[in-house]
């Protein structure tokens, strides 16, 4: 239990990076509206655990965090500062004591936060109090890596980088929040060419366990199994596509789409996740297996409602 910190210095100080990791990008909650104009979405590719770290820490849902797929990342918070961690269950230490993760903790200036790899699932979301101000593009600070812009200079973060915070905040204690809980099954719903699949094709889809492939990255994760036949080889032509979207190319293996995905597509679309469980796809680490699990477009709105009812919930909670 902390007393009430007197937070000073320097204001605008930030965390400087001793040790990136591999593919540690700034992200926030992405650019939205914008796909007409052939504009990706990016941001977190686990929303909700950005969304989490963020109230832990008295921050806006849509603030800019860090997202970290593979240690080991080591910064040094050049002010005091509150910070959190979702999502993934880094081995994570502060100036050497353990750090739990999904709760709210402090750091006086110029202690070391060290975080090594994943012991389950595969990206963690560090959210500090007044959120990560690096410019914002297009209404977004995320980094889209394919486009090179947003974030820090459009990539990820490298040694020697120095991240600006935002007006910082005060509390009188710690907190925590309930974690969900990864299963190896993800809901997903029909996709428009559903039906051009033969039958065999349309019970392996829902039946068999995938496998996520090392091919994957933040615009889509490529899975492995069994190969899906259409009855038609017909080209289809050009069509909107969204994070969620399961394509099948001509492989047979699925291809499921996420933030940085491209905006068309003509690959037949035989499924979409539903958002409720985007996050699933995003912690399912290199290797590992899950099946989708059909759903119908009524359970996917309510599953939804249910997590915007939690966020509500913890928005009545008092934190300081």
């Not at 929303?47 to 603030?63: D, F, M, Q, R």
């Not at 995003?282 to 059909?294: V, Y």
């Amino acid at each position: 239990m902390h007393n009430l910190i007197d937070i000073t210095s320097d204001l605008r100080a930030g965390i400087l990076i001793q040790k990136a990791g591999i593919q540690t990008t700034v992200q926030d909650l992405g650019r939205r509206g914008l796909r007409h104009l052939g504009i990706s979405q990016a941001g977190a590719l686990d929303a909700t655990s950005l969304i989490l770290a963020n109230k832990l820490v008295g921050n806006p849902e849509h603030y800019a965090g860090l997202e970290i797929v593979i240690g080991p990342l080591q910064i040094v918070f050049q002010r005091a500062t509150w910070f959190a961690l979702c999502g993934a269950n880094f081995a994570a230490e502060l100036d050497g004591k353990l750090v739990a993760k999904a709760w709210r903790h402090f750091a006086q200036a110029g202690q070391t936060l060290c975080l090594q790899g994943a012991q389950k699932e595969a990206r963690a979301y560090l959210a500090v109090d007044g959120g990560i101000e690096v410019e914002s593009i297009l209404g977004s600070r995320a980094t889209d890596l394919q486009a090179g812009f947003g974030g820090h200079q459009g990539r990820a973060l490298r040694k020697g980088d120095v991240l600006t915070l935002g007006q910082p905040r005060l509390f009188k204690r710690s907190v925590g929040v309930l974690q969900r809980c990864w299963t190896p099954e993800i809901r997903a719903i029909r996709g428009p060419e559903f039906a051009q699949f033969n039958s065999c094709a349309r019970k392996k889809f829902w039946q068999q366990a995938w496998r996520v492939s090392s091919q994957s990255n933040r615009m889509a994760f490529r899975l492995e199994g069994d190969k899906l036949e259409r009855e038609s080889s017909s080209e289809l032509l050009s069509h909107a596509v969204l994070p969620g979207v399961v394509q099948v190319p001509a492989s047979g293996q699925p291809i499921v789409l996420l933030a940085d995905c491209q905006t068309t597509g003509g690959y037949p679309r035989i499924a979409t996740v539903i958002e409720a469980d985007l996050w699933k796809i995003a912690q399912t680490p290199i290797g590992q297996h899950f099946c989708f699990i059909e759903v119908d477009l009524n359970t996917a709105i309510a599953a939804q409602e249910k997590w915007q009812r939690e966020l509500r919930r913890m928005d009545s909670m008092e934190y300081a």
